[in-house]
């Protein structure tokens, strides 16, 4: 399907290109355009209101009268011109073809005549109107038969023995459609689209007259039975279009059978084919395993779980390349996948599911898979096994996008061959991880690597400077970084320049940060100078205090301490006054009045520290007496 999108647009670039760039007003109808490529005439007269096809020249090789007015196409109409190869007559209102209308266009090799008012009978189309194009290859009648149980006569059809694709309408509900055996004729017919389509059910006679087609689109015919062996005839098939219809579980499990025989096939596209809730049917991979199957569209559907039986590792086609599996219900999602590039599972439920284990499950032999693209995005995804990506060395592209993802919690280190990694309409503020940061450091100096944080809520904030300072020095890596989002310290979100943002958040908490730390000093150094003044002025306490302290756990305890102090009075004098000391004061104060002092010639305990000696004197006298004389 997506190829046929390819094709229209390359085909419109293509005209824009080599039409449009040179188109003038024709001189002999100046309501019609007309441009030379390649020395051949092109005529476009649609939107032109015309009511009949225009005289051209002879040499005319391609006619556009799209869009117009037009009822009737008479005889001799495009009389002598030999040389038109495409004539489109489509969106207008013709009713009538007359016999000859064709005559003369022997190389026409495209007829487009959709979304008209023709019937599909004889008495619009007569039974030799197609003689003269021997040369058609492509004939487009969709959305023109109004009446049901009709298709294409094939007594008409049969005639034109070059016709390789063919667009026509199927309206069929109270029977079965069948193409007539003219079309058996049609050797070289290998393309078939049905249009404006209304089918109840196929059986194996609906397609046994068209046994060589190779491409078959019945795509919104509401088909809701589809019979065994149905497509049984289509043994050249390659590319299978059952897009948006209404299949249930059998009919499903019949197509399965039927794409056995199918060995050539290459693309089977079932979108939005199946609207009720279904696993896949049993043998599903091992049916398309005889086939040649490239590529495979099974998505917007109601598959809940994508492995048959259960815990079993379903195998893939080995052909198969391409996967869609998105936008289903899928809770369980895993294959071995020998040779597929391209997976795509978006849009599904495997959040729970990917958080410990991996679509890609690690086999016995631990071989790599080919994989190179894989698409996971809009899963609900919170968090991810950390290898899941381990043994898919391959890997180019990774789309986790619209998820929930807060960091990058899973390994990616072994993907040499990454290129994009889009993260983007994640709740990522930073990525706090280190490994995946050195890997993708790594990465951008030696790839060329691009990681997409587009709409994160990324965290400009001063405690956060080192990510950001790393994302600054690996800008390059950042996919359209001038358009990330970043919340500010104040709350702010912007989501412009996020370069300069974050320049300005980083210079900002550079200026803050010499602050902080001046501060801090000034501090530091007041508290000192506080201190040391406080330790200054009360030195003498404080010494004294030391002292006691360290007296009271070394200097020597008599056994005997009878009373709270050993001494009346510790005596306190020169050196000089002990004469005086012996002969007045010990005689006077300790003989007469029965006092005991405290002399330090005679009661300090010999091998203390003099200030030891002096400190446990003080402290054991009730009273402290000083002899001041000028030697003192």
Request: glycine content about 2%; proline content about 3%.
């Given at each position: 399907?997506?190829?046929?999108?390819?094709?229209?647009?390359?085909?419109?670039?293509?005209?824009?290109?080599?039409?449009?760039?040179?188109?003038?007003?024709?001189?002999?109808?100046?309501?019609?355009?007309?441009?030379?490529?390649?020395?051949?005439?092109?005529?476009?007269?649609?939107?032109?209101?015309?009511?009949?096809?225009?005289?051209?020249?002879?040499?005319?090789?391609?006619?556009?009268?799209?869009?117009?007015?037009?009822?009737?196409?008479?005889?001799?109409?495009?009389?002598?011109?030999?040389?038109?190869?495409?004539?489109?007559?489509?969106?207008?209102?013709?009713?009538?073809?007359?016999?000859?209308?064709?005559?003369?266009?022997?190389?026409?090799?495209?007829?487009?005549?959709?979304?008209?008012?023709?019937?599909?009978?004889?008495a619009v189309f007569p039974t030799n109107i197609f003689r003269p194009v021997v040369s058609l290859q492509s004939f487009n009648v969709q959305r023109n038969s109004r009446k049901n149980e009709h298709t294409f006569p094939d007594d008409i059809i049969s005639n034109i023995l070059t016709l390789e694709s063919f667009y026509v309408d199927a309206i069929f509900v109270s029977r079965v459609l069948s193409f007539g055996k003219g079309?058996?004729?049609?050797?070289?017919?290998?393309?078939?689209?049905?249009?404006?389509?209304?089918?109840?059910?196929?059986?194996?006679?609906?397609?046994?007259?068209?046994?060589?087609?190779?491409?078959?689109?019945?795509?919104?015919?509401?088909?809701?039975?589809?019979?065994?062996?149905?497509?049984?005839?289509?043994?050249?098939?390659?590319?299978?279009?059952?897009?948006?219809?209404?299949?249930?579980?059998?009919?499903?499990?019949?197509?399965?059978?039927?794409?056995?025989?199918?060995?050539?096939?290459?693309?089977?596209?079932?979108?939005?084919?199946?609207?009720?809730?279904?696993?896949?049917?049993?043998?599903?991979?091992?049916?398309?395993?005889?086939?040649?199957?490239?590529?495979?569209?099974?998505?917007?559907?109601?598959?809940?779980?994508?492995?048959?039986?259960?815990?079993?590792?379903?195998?893939?086609?080995?052909?198969?390349?391409?996967?869609?599996?998105?936008?289903?219900?899928?809770?369980?999602?895993?294959?071995?996948?020998?040779?597929?590039?391209?997976?795509?599972?978006?849009?599904?439920?495997?959040?729970?599911?990917?958080?410990?284990?991996?679509?890609?499950?690690?086999?016995?032999?631990d071989t790599s898979y080919l994989l190179e693209t894989v698409d996971l995005s809009f899963n609900e995804i919170h968090e991810l096994k950390w290898s899941v990506f381990n043994n898919q060395l391959k890997l180019k592209i990774i789309n986790l996008s619209n998820n929930l993802l807060s960091n990058i919690a899973f390994d990616i280190s072994l993907l040499t061959k990454l290129e994009m990694l889009d993260l983007s309409n994640n709740n990522i503020t930073i990525i706090s991880n280190m490994q995946p940061k050195e890997t993708i450091t790594n990465k951008s100096m030696r790839s060329k690597f691009?990681?997409?944080?587009?709409?994160?809520?990324?965290?400009?904030?001063?405690?956060?400077?080192?990510?950001?300072?790393?994302?600054?020095?690996?800008?390059?890596?950042?996919?359209?970084?001038?358009?990330?989002?970043?919340?500010?310290?104040?709350?702010?979100?912007?989501?412009?320049?996020?370069?300069?943002?974050?320049?300005?958040?980083?210079?900002?908490?550079?200026?803050?940060?010499?602050?902080?730390?001046?501060?801090?000093?000034?501090?530091?150094?007041?508290?000192?100078?506080?201190?040391?003044?406080?330790?200054?002025?009360?030195?003498?306490?404080?010494?004294?205090?030391?002292?006691?302290?360290?007296?009271?756990?070394?200097?020597?305890?008599?056994?005997?301490?009878?009373?709270?102090?050993?001494?009346?009075?510790?005596?306190?004098?020169?050196?000089?006054?002990?004469?005086?000391?012996?002969?007045?004061?010990?005689?006077?104060?300790?003989?007469?009045?029965?006092?005991?002092?405290?002399?330090?010639?005679?009661?300090?305990?010999?091998?203390?520290?003099?200030?030891?000696?002096?400190?446990?004197?003080?402290?054991?006298?009730?009273?402290?007496?000083?002899?001041?004389?000028?030697?003192?």
């Amino acid at each position: 399907m997506a190829f046929l999108k390819w094709i229209h647009l390359l085909a419109l670039l293509h005209y824009v290109r080599y039409g449009l760039a040179n188109t003038n007003n024709c001189n002999f109808d100046k309501q019609c355009r007309c441009w030379l490529r390649k020395d051949h005439l092109n005529v476009d007269c649609s939107n032109s209101g015309k009511f009949s096809v225009p005289t051209v020249p002879t040499n005319v090789y391609t006619l556009n009268v799209s869009h117009n007015d037009i009822l009737r196409i008479r005889n001799g109409t495009f009389k002598n011109l030999f040389q038109l190869i495409t004539l489109d007559l489509s969106w207008n209102h013709i009713k009538t073809l007359e016999p000859e209308a064709f005559i003369d266009l022997h190389s026409l090799k495209q007829l487009i005549l959709q979304n008209n008012l023709l019937r599909y009978d004889n008495a619009v189309f007569p039974t030799n109107i197609f003689r003269p194009v021997v040369s058609l290859q492509s004939f487009n009648v969709q959305r023109n038969s109004r009446k049901n149980e009709h298709t294409f006569p094939d007594d008409i059809i049969s005639n034109i023995l070059t016709l390789e694709s063919f667009y026509v309408d199927a309206i069929f509900v109270s029977r079965v459609l069948s193409f007539g055996k003219g079309y058996s004729r049609l050797q070289k017919l290998t393309k078939l689209f049905l249009g404006h389509c209304l089918l109840t059910k196929i059986d194996k006679n609906t397609f046994v007259n068209v046994p060589y087609l190779e491409h078959l689109q019945i795509s919104r015919c509401t088909i809701r039975v589809y019979n065994p062996s149905a497509l049984q005839s289509l043994l050249r098939m390659k590319i299978l279009d059952l897009s948006n219809n209404d299949l249930d579980f059998g009919g499903f499990s019949n197509l399965v059978k039927d794409t056995e025989k199918m060995k050539l096939l290459e693309t089977l596209i079932l979108t939005n084919t199946f609207p009720y809730q279904m696993i896949l049917p049993k043998l599903f991979f091992y049916y398309l395993g005889a086939t040649k199957i490239r590529e495979l569209y099974i998505n917007e559907n109601w598959f809940f779980n994508a492995t048959p039986e259960g815990e079993h590792i379903e195998r893939l086609p080995p052909t198969l390349q391409y996967l869609d599996f998105s936008k289903n219900k899928l809770i369980d999602c895993r294959f071995d996948m020998p040779s597929l590039k391209e997976i795509n599972i978006q849009h599904n439920y495997l959040s729970r599911f990917l958080a410990s284990e991996s679509y890609a499950p690690m086999l016995e032999n631990d071989t790599s898979y080919l994989l190179e693209t894989v698409d996971l995005s809009f899963n609900e995804i919170h968090e991810l096994k950390w290898s899941v990506f381990n043994n898919q060395l391959k890997l180019k592209i990774i789309n986790l996008s619209n998820n929930l993802l807060s960091n990058i919690a899973f390994d990616i280190s072994l993907l040499t061959k990454l290129e994009m990694l889009d993260l983007s309409n994640n709740n990522i503020t930073i990525i706090s991880n280190m490994q995946p940061k050195e890997t993708i450091t790594n990465k951008s100096m030696r790839s060329k690597f691009k990681e997409d944080l587009s709409n994160n809520l990324l965290q400009c904030v001063c405690k956060e400077t080192s990510f950001l300072r790393w994302m600054i020095n690996h800008i390059t890596v950042f996919y359209n970084i001038h358009h990330y989002k970043c919340k500010l310290d104040s709350g702010k979100v912007v989501d412009r320049n996020f370069v300069h943002n974050v320049e300005q958040v980083i210079k900002g908490c550079r200026d803050y940060t010499v602050l902080v730390i001046c501060i801090s000093l000034v501090l530091c150094l007041s508290i000192v100078i506080v201190v040391g003044g406080l330790l200054y002025r009360y030195r003498w306490k404080l010494r004294y205090m030391y002292y006691m302290t360290k007296s009271k756990y070394y200097r020597y305890r008599p056994l005997d301490t009878e009373g709270l102090y050993t001494y009346d009075a510790f005596i306190s004098y020169s050196d000089k006054e002990k004469d005086f000391i012996i002969k007045e004061c010990i005689p006077k104060l300790e003989v007469e009045r029965n006092l005991k002092l405290c002399v330090h010639q005679r009661d300090f305990i010999p091998g203390e520290e003099i200030t030891v000696n002096i400190t446990s004197a003080i402290n054991d006298s009730k009273k402290t007496i000083c002899i001041i004389t000028r030697s003192f």
